[in-house]
């Protein structure tokens, strides 16, 4: 089958449609006695809509990731409780993820003045990388097309406008280099 460019299986349509209807209202990982059974649960749904997902990963309660179907996770990394991430992200290994991040794709277009905004679309969207051994805070909002490169830290409420190097600290709006981990 192919959808919006992207070519998927039946097999990840039916596992799609899985974790949209039961899975993502599940405990999150932490909740006591039930919760390693409801990460297992998505992990081993999400293995199969993901275009590559890594070992020990995980999708908490709440996690949209739209489609999913050009999303690559590497080991040990996760998306957070009630966060939104595109479905082409690619994210890396050992990533932690805070709950409420907000990633975006897109933008709205702004270069007219004699057409409304509302009016003139989005822009085109932008693949956000997240490198190795990155840890996201708690409510960060990334603006389309950001890379984060390894090693770096992005502190919880950041508004994540522009790249920055590895070992980043990072912090707030807008976001802005707080110090390195060199």
């Given at each position: 089958?192919?959808?919006?460019?992207?070519?998927?299986?039946?097999?990840?349509?039916?596992?799609?449609?899985?974790?949209?209807?039961?899975?993502?209202?599940?405990?999150?990982?932490?909740?006591?006695?039930?919760?390693?059974?409801?990460?297992?649960?998505?992990?081993?749904?999400?293995?199969?809509?993901?275009?590559?997902?890594?070992?020990?990963?995980?999708?908490?309660?709440?996690?949209?990731?739209?489609?999913?179907?050009?999303?690559?996770?590497?080991?040990?990394?996760?998306?957070?409780?009630?966060?939104?991430?595109?479905?082409?992200?690619?994210?890396?290994?050992?990533?932690?993820?805070?709950?409420?991040?907000?990633?975006?794709?897109?933008?709205?277009?702004?270069?007219?003045?004699?057409?409304?905004?509302?009016?003139?679309?989005?822009?085109?969207?932008?693949?956000?990388?997240?490198?190795?051994?990155?840890?996201?805070?708690?409510?960060?909002?990334?603006?389309?097309?950001?890379?984060?490169?390894?090693?770096?830290i992005i502190?919880?409420?950041?508004?994540?406008s522009k790249?920055?190097?590895?070992?980043?600290?990072?912090?707030?709006?807008?976001?802005?280099?707080?110090?390195?981990?060199?």
């Amino acid at each position: 089958m192919k959808y919006k460019n992207v070519e998927f299986s039946v097999k990840q349509f039916t596992a799609l449609i899985i974790y949209k209807l039961f899975l993502v209202w599940l405990a999150s990982s932490t909740t006591p006695i039930i919760g390693k059974i409801c990460r297992k649960l998505r992990y081993s749904c999400c293995r199969h809509i993901f275009l590559y997902c890594g070992k020990n990963v995980n999708i908490e309660r709440g996690a949209n990731f739209g489609s999913g179907f050009r999303l690559r996770i590497g080991d040990n990394s996760g998306i957070g409780v009630n966060c939104t991430v595109p479905g082409n992200i690619v994210i890396g290994k050992n990533v932690m993820m805070g709950p409420e991040c907000y990633i975006l794709s897109t933008n709205h277009s702004f270069d007219r003045i004699d057409v409304p905004m509302i009016e003139q679309g989005n822009t085109f969207q932008l693949d956000t990388i997240i490198e190795d051994d990155v840890w996201i805070g708690r409510q960060v909002i990334f603006t389309p097309g950001r890379i984060v490169k390894k090693g770096s830290i992005i502190a919880a409420g950041c508004v994540l406008s522009k790249n920055f190097s590895e070992y980043s600290i990072i912090g707030g709006n807008p976001s802005r280099i707080i110090k390195t981990r060199i």
